[in-house]
T-cell receptor
Framework: NAGVMQNPRHLVRRRGQEARLRCSPM?????VYWYRQLPEEGLKFMVY????????ESGMPKERFSAEFPKEGPSILRIQQVVRGDSAAYFC????????????FGPGTRLTVL | GQNIDQPTEMTATEGAIVQINCTYQ??????LFWYQQHAGEAPTFLSY????GLEEKGRFSSFLSRSKGYSYLLLKELQMKDSASYLC?????????????FGGGTRLMVKP
């Protein structure tokens, strides 16, 4: 059973470009969480999605950031017009249900904005 | 909202025992998790406590006191590979779902 998959693992963008981060949850998991981790800091919750629904986006910046989890395909975290402060590791986690005992984390995407 | 505190760094010796503390303030507490994260890697699940007391799993144990808003992770017979960050996370009941709020992590360095 494959774990949570994220791609790309590393992404370099110039200021003003768009970044698209993909997350495929574990098989059988329908709940996806995105977290951001700045260097030397803990993980910060961004958004929680179920298939075709955003359940909680209270941790996501109001501008430039969006997330989706379509009926088919991976969850996408999209950052428009990236700035240097967006440089971070972005982790996706999945669980079989919202109150699942454990969230399984993917390997993360490390975004560097030049 | 939640406030989760844990020490930033700790150092211990191979073969020894180390205790990493975590204090939290939250409403609607619904469980406390410990994750291990090696540099540049994904967090991996270590333990889960929702009731008071000690949960033991091999060399790792985790304790919870809900009345005190306190937990600790105990690592025994330390090995060099235990050098990593240890993340305390609290799950809170809310209407939207049970996402985790993480502390800043404790970076543990195990020395020979």
């Amino acid at each position: 059973n494959a774990g949570v998959m994220q791609n790309p693992r590393h992404l370099v963008r110039r200021r003003g470009q768009e970044a698209r981060l993909r997350c495929s949850p574990m098989k059988g998991h329908s709940h996806v969480y995105w977290y951001r981790q700045l260097p030397e800091e803990g993980l910060k919750f961004m958004v929680y999605l179920q298939k075709e629904n955003i359940i909680d986006e209270s941790g996501m910046p109001k501008e430039r950031f969006s997330a989706e989890f379509p009926k088919e395909g991976p969850s996408i975290l999209r950052i428009q017009q990236v700035v240097r402060g967006d440089s971070a590791a972005y982790f996706c986690a999945s669980s079989p249900r919202g109150g699942g005992l454990e969230q399984f984390f993917g390997p993360g995407t490390r975004l560097t904005v030049l | 909202g939640q406030n989760i505190d844990q020490p930033t760094e700790m150092t211990a010796t191979e073969g020894a025992i180390v205790q990493i503390n975590c204090t939290y303030q939250t409403s609607g507490f619904n469980g406390l998790f410990w994750y291990q994260q090696h540099a540049g890697e994904a967090p991996t699940f270590l333990s889960y406590n929702v009731l008071d007391g000690l949960e033991e799993k091999g060399r790792f144990s985790s304790f919870l006191s809900r009345s005190k808003g306190y937990s600790y992770l105990l690592l025994k017979e330390l090995q060099m590979k235990d050098s990593a960050s240890y993340l305390c996370a609290v799950r809170e009941n809310n209407n939207a779902g049970n996402m985790l709020t993480f502390g800043g992590g404790t970076r543990l360095m195990v020395k020979p």
